[in-house]
């Protein structure tokens, strides 16, 4: 995926760089992504110590992003990184992000029920006007974050960032997306422990964002100032 990458990006820019976060593998990941960073000038390899959790690696991967485009993907190839040029397309003037949404969805028959239904919930209890609120391939100009601050180490963090970002009156487009079934890995979301510790923190952000807005009665620092003095900005990431 990250060759890929590098070749979609190098039609669309030539300012870009490529980030992979490794959320604290366990099994030879990090000597594979070593080995690639330092075969590849614009790749960025980094690596927790600790597993974070998917909230935890997104946060760490839109801090550590320099251009002026995040896109952001997973890592276990359920979208194919060549539609990455719709959604570049999608980014005229005035637009913030460029959302995807798929255009079917290919996952087990467990995951296409409860998929709906998780997505139905969650738009209706949060607001949000959108297709497809747990696609995560999308693509958002850097400087959204100095506005929204993300919070969540979960899952979460798709519907957290989603909500900030529409309630912030930033524009969304949305554009369709392939999505394919899973290549590698195995998704850890389908146990009862996991399912309610979602739950849990899917109340608990109902009520700071749609009860109380605290997202809309505080100005967050810019996550791209360090020291008090703002990164260069380039393209894309």
């Not at 959204?144 to 970002?165: H, P």
Request: charged fraction near 25%; include cysteine; proline fraction near 3%.
């Amino acid at each position: 995926m990250v060759v890929m990458a590098t070749i979609i990006l190098q039609e669309l820019t030539d300012d870009y760089e490529v980030i992979v976060v490794d959320d604290g593998s366990q099994d030879y990941t990090a000597e594979v992504l070593d080995k690639l960073e330092a075969s590849m000038s614009h790749v960025r390899i980094i690596h927790h110590k600790q597993n974070k959790g998917y909230g935890g690696a997104l946060r760490t991967g839109f801090k550590s992003a320099t251009k002026d485009l995040i896109f952001y993907t997973d890592g276990d190839a359920q979208y194919d990184v060549q539609d990455l040029r719709v959604l570049y397309a999608g980014m005229a003037d005035g637009v913030d992000m460029v959302q995807g949404y798929k255009i079917s969805r290919n996952d087990p028959l467990i995951r296409k029920i409860i998929g709906p239904t998780y997505h139905f919930t969650v738009k209706t209890l949060f607001g949000l006007h959108l297709r497809d609120v747990d696609c995560d391939f999308r693509l958002i100009r850097r400087s959204v974050f100095d506005k929204v601050r993300l919070t969540r180490n979960s899952g979460v963090i798709c519907v957290e960032m989603m909500k900030k970002i529409q309630d912030n009156g930033f524009k969304i487009v949305e554009a369709p997306v392939n999505h394919y079934h899973r290549a590698y890995g195995q998704s850890q979301f389908f146990n009862f422990k996991r399912i309610y510790r979602t739950g849990v923190d899917l109340m608990r952000l109902w009520v700071e964002l749609v009860l109380h807005k605290e997202h809309l009665a505080t100005t967050p620092t810019p996550h791209n100032y360090v020291d008090g003095k703002p990164e260069p900005k380039a393209d894309v990431s």
